[in-house]
T-cell receptor, first 114, second 116 residues
Framework: AQSVTQPDIHITVSEGASLELRCNYSYGATPYLFWYVQSPGQGLQLLLKYFSGDTLVQGIKGFEAEFKRSQSSFNLRKPSVHWSDAAEYFCAVGVGTGGFKTIFGAGTRLFVKA | EAQVTQNPRYLITVTGKKLTVTCSQNMNHEYMSWYRQDPGLGLRQIYYSMNVEVTDKGDVPEGYKVSRKEKRNFPLILESPSPNQTSLYFC???????????????FGAGSRLTVL
């Protein structure tokens, strides 16, 4: 079955420290991959996406993610976290014909301590 | 400004009292979808629509109805709400041209529904 797993329900990092949020997917073909961020009281906003080409993709707010086919992973990274990065992060995959169905992971809530 | 607008943003209702959550987008997107967000479960798709008069069930359609009479609007209807439908609901839309699967969903701000 198609699924997205985000193993970490929540993560706490110090401001200025590096961040890596994990995402694994289960899908028979190469999916379309997305990371969205949800700030408190807000809808979801796209951070970055991958659908082909270079497996390291850059997004907004200094985030990047790397697609690793052999590991079925699409981990999100940021070299130096800011307090404003505190939010919930969702990994998502587009599957099926034309990638029309989007499956979301359960989310990882990021806490940033001063 | 390109956006998806949902109303109401917050609603408390009682079991069995029909309600409608409206969703409107101004981007001329063909595809629209409803999700519910519950702690530990992420976003789960309720219904989606590929175009006017074309709707289909997502993963958790029970207890919900939708309609797509106009391209811009995609209301979510709870005919007889129950407490297990207490959740945060999101409407989203997407363009279906080009490499459709890579097109990004644009989300509304969410509607928090409580059913007592």
């Amino acid at each position: 079955a198609q699924s997205v797993t985000q193993p970490d329900i929540h993560i706490t990092v110090s401001e200025g420290a590096s961040l890596e949020l994990r995402c694994n997917y289960s899908y028979g073909a190469t999916p379309y991959l997305f990371w969205y961020v949800q700030s408190p009281g807000q809808g979801l906003q796209l951070l970055l996406k991958y659908f082909s080409g270079d497996t390291l993709v850059q997004g907004i707010k200094g985030f990047e993610a790397e697609f690793k086919r052999s590991q079925s992973s699409f981990n999100l990274r940021k070299p130096s976290v800011h307090w404003s990065d505190a939010a919930e992060y969702f990994c998502a995959v587009g599957v099926g014909t034309g990638g029309f169905k989007t499956i979301f992971g359960a989310g990882t809530r990021l806490f940033v301590k001063a | 400004e390109a956006q998806v607008t949902q109303n109401p943003r917050y609603l408390i209702t009682v079991t069995g009292k029909k309600l409608t959550v409206t969703c409107s987008q101004n981007m001329n997107h063909e595809y629209m979808s409803w999700y519910r967000q519950d702690p530990g479960l992420g976003l789960r798709q309720i219904y989606y629509s590929m175009n006017v008069e074309v709707t289909d069930k997502g993963d958790v359609p029970e207890g919900y109805k939708v309609s797509r009479k106009e391209k811009r609007n995609f209301p979510l209807i709870l005919e007889s709400p129950s407490p297990n439908q207490t959740s945060l609901y999101f409407c989203a839309s997407r363009w279906t041209g080009g490499l459709a699967g890579a097109n990004v969903l644009t989300f509304g701000a969410g509607s928090r529904l409580t059913v007592l």
